[in-house]
């Protein structure tokens, strides 16, 4: 673990420039991050026992896709169903940046709290 | 350690770039968790709006009861009531169909997601008039009845307004409606979990990250949170009211702390009668807090507290003894619902019952509602084994915090102060009065489920993610944060494709289709 007085260090307020081998691995990290999550929506959809859709094309390629049908199908209008779409896009991307965030929240050394009590 | 020559990515990047690079370089606490939370808002404000649309229509537990209320309110300016039994089946003996508050007939297409509603909405017949008697036995039932009439009135109340707005819409357009209004409630929860997690130990960035981030993507949770329910409102008051005994235990219960707090309390009681729940938990807060020697300090306290909530809630309740003879209409509903129902067993045997907690583990992750979405048991294991390991993490947690040894001298949150140990204890009593309460109803109503603790689930965040900060290395515990995290956002994913899109789809040919 790095020092707290480290630039970059969990504890640390880093001013100081990053270096270029930290911030590939912070790609790296978002990458696997990404692909991870992809990886997961196919194969929970490859997984799902339950339901009329059946086949791997039906499954990976039409499922979530097959969400706008169903919107349709409820009578939902064109502005809605972009709407719900967009909100699970928003969705899907503050995660992604939330998981990355969620990391470099350090300590603080300064606050324990026992003043108060 | 960075090398003395090592090129400044950032620097060499175009401007946005760079502005967005410096959004996850290293910063100070306040800064980073700022940002943390503010992302998280966003998540979960997207999140609920996607899953607004997702549930189908009216599939939500008691949607239907709940929307019919909200119409009657709105309509006809008063209060539903339930039938008494004896009275409505005098005049179902000698007339057509006795009068009451029956669920509108536009809305029988939804009758699978309806307790009581005699279901064939493929049937001419019952299509053309919705059953509103049934025969059980050689005795005559009300059928399809607004069950939820005796739930006190806010909620209702506030939805009011919003039906008046929508009145042109059509029953489903409104219902989308009304879940998207749970929204504000929900993120209010997450925003309490927060301060609540930040409260007890602030500056510990594992508690400020994983406590929200659990309450946020707990699947239930969230399912509350985009559905035309009260549930989510008393979740939210519960939630504002567990902060305030924290607060109060750190500052001793100042005068300002005991009225917000009576006055968080009688918005909850008109929202759900199981909000009195808390009330042993102020009382044991309040005692820890001023010293049991201090008859008058925390009998005092203890008035500041129940008078404001008491002169809210009494209206109210008053209107229920006279409408009822009783301040919970338990006793009518026990009599609607008798041709089925039986009580789940009595405290002790419910208590010491594997299968009954198991089934409440199953409605706190899955089975949304009416239990028509059972998970599978791999997933149960996959959330069970980290939550079994959190428990033993708090049980070493509470070992290790009260020696005061080991790693104890390194670690603050292993040296909590004496009103830190007692806002810990308040959170383990809000658990298990919360959990009692579960089993109280049970021993009356085959009914009772897990839905009746969820108001607690800010305390329970807490100590779960106290026990998984005691087992995760010191050093790990950066990576432990976006572990969690990632780890919520999967399991949301996997319950979504895996089962509720399943779910929508199944539906499509079935009655009540949305």
């Known amino acids: 673990m790095r020092d707290a007085s480290e630039p970059g260090g969990r504890?640390?307020?880093?001013?100081?420039?990053?270096?270029?081998?930290?911030?590939?691995?912070d790609w790296i990290a978002w990458a696997v991050l990404a692909g991870g999550l992809v990886a997961l929506v196919l194969l929970g959809s490859l997984s799902v026992q339950h339901g009329p859709l059946t086949g791997f094309e039906e499954r990976v390629v039409r499922y979530w896709p097959r969400f706008t049908g169903l919107m349709r199908a409820w009578g939902f209008p064109r502005p809605l169903i972009a709407a719900v779409w967009a909100a699970g896009a928003v969705a899907a991307v503050a995660a992604l940046v939330g998981i990355r965030l969620a990391i470099a929240v350090p300590d603080d050394p300064a606050d324990d709290g026992s003043s108060e009590a | 350690m960075s090398a003395p020559t090592?090129?400044?990515?950032?620097?060499?990047?175009?401007?946005?770039?760079?502005?967005?690079?410096?959004?996850?370089?290293?910063?100070?606490?306040a800064t980073a968790i700022r940002r943390f939370v503010w992302v998280l808002a966003i998540a979960f404000v997207a999140k609920q709006a996607f899953a607004t649309f997702l549930f189908p229509a009216f599939s939500g537990h008691d949607e239907v009861a709940h929307y019919a209320y909200i119409r009657v309110l709105a309509t006809e300016h008063r209060l539903p009531v339930l039938p008494d039994l004896e009275q409505w089946r005098t005049e179902a003996r000698f007339g057509d169909t006795p009068s009451g508050d029956y669920l509108?007939?536009?809305?029988?297409?939804?009758?699978?997601?309806?307790?009581?509603?005699?279901?064939?909405?493929?049937?001419?017949?019952?299509?053309?008039?919705?059953?509103?008697?049934?025969t059980v036995l050689g005795e005559l039932y009300p059928s399809g009845y607004v069950y939820t009439a005796n739930h006190p009135p806010l909620y209702y109340a506030a939805m009011t307004p919003f039906y008046w707005i929508s009145s042109g819409w059509g029953p489903a357009a409104q219902q989308y409606l009304f879940r998207l209004l749970a929204i504000p409630l929900g993120l209010a929860t997450v925003w309490l979990a927060f301060r609540l997690a930040t409260t007890i130990f602030p500056g510990d960035a594992f508690l400020a990250v994983t406590v929200p981030t659990f309450v946020a993507f707990q699947p239930q949770i969230s399912y509350e949170g985009a559905m035309v329910n009260n549930d989510i409102w008393s979740i939210a008051l519960f939630s504002w009211m567990t902060l305030l005994l924290v607060v109060g235990i750190r500052d001793r219960f100042p005068r300002r702390t005991c009225l917000w707090l009576g006055f968080a309390l009688g918005l909850a009681l008109l929202t759900k009668a199981n909000s009195l729940a808390i009330t042993p938990v102020i009382a044991l807060a309040v005692v820890m807090a001023v010293g049991w020697r201090d008859v008058r300090g925390w009998v005092g306290r203890g008035a500041l507290v129940v008078v404001p909530a008491a002169a809210m809630a009494a209206p109210w309740y008053l209107w229920m003894v006279r409408t009822y003879g009783n301040l919970d209409a338990s006793d009518q509903v026990a009599a609607l619902q008798g041709w089925w129902n039986k009580p789940a067993g009595t405290m002790l045997g419910m208590l010491t019952d594997p299968q009954f907690a198991v089934f409440r583990f199953k409605e706190t992750w899955g089975e949304f509602g009416w239990r028509m979405i059972p998970l599978s048991d791999g997933l149960l294991w996959a959330i069970a084994v980290p939550l079994l390991a959190a428990a033993g993490g708090l049980a070493w947690y509470l070992v290790a915090?009260?020696?005061?040894?080991?790693?104890?001298?390194?670690?603050?949150?292993?040296?909590?102060?004496?009103?830190?140990?007692?806002?810990?204890?308040?959170m383990l009593a809000l658990c298990a009065v919360a959990y009692l309460?579960?089993?109280?109803?049970?021993?009356?109503?085959?009914?009772?489920?897990?839905?009746?603790?969820?108001?607690?689930?800010?305390?329970?965040?807490?100590?779960?993610?106290?026990?998984?900060?005691?087992?995760?290395?010191?050093?790990?515990?950066p990576v432990a944060q976006g572990v969690v995290f990632a780890a919520m956002v999967l399991l949301t994913v996997l319950i979504y494709t895996q089962y509720i899109l399943p779910f929508g789809v199944a539906s499509l040919g079935l009655p009540g289709r949305g």
């Open chain 1, 11 to 25: 504890r640390g307020v880093s001013t100081a420039p990053r270096p270029v081998s930290e911030t590939r691995r």
């Open chain 2, 6 to 29: 090592a090129l400044s990515a950032t620097a060499a990047a175009p401007v946005p770039a760079r502005r967005a690079l410096a959004w996850f370089a290293p910063t100070d606490h």
């Open chain 2, 104 to 134: 509108p007939d536009d809305l029988y297409p939804y009758c699978r997601f309806v307790l009581d509603w005699y279901c064939e909405p493929d049937n001419a017949r019952w299509g053309a008039t919705p059953p509103r008697i049934v």
């Open chain 2, 401 to 426: 915090a009260t020696r005061g040894s080991g790693p104890a001298k390194r670690d603050r949150v292993l040296r909590p102060s004496r009103w830190q140990w007692q806002a810990i204890v308040a």
């Open chain 2, 437 to 477: 309460a579960v089993l109280q109803f049970g021993t009356r109503f085959a009914l009772t489920q897990a839905r009746y603790f969820f108001p607690v689930v800010n305390a329970a965040a807490f100590l779960t993610m106290l026990g998984l900060r005691t087992i995760v290395p010191t050093r790990a515990r």
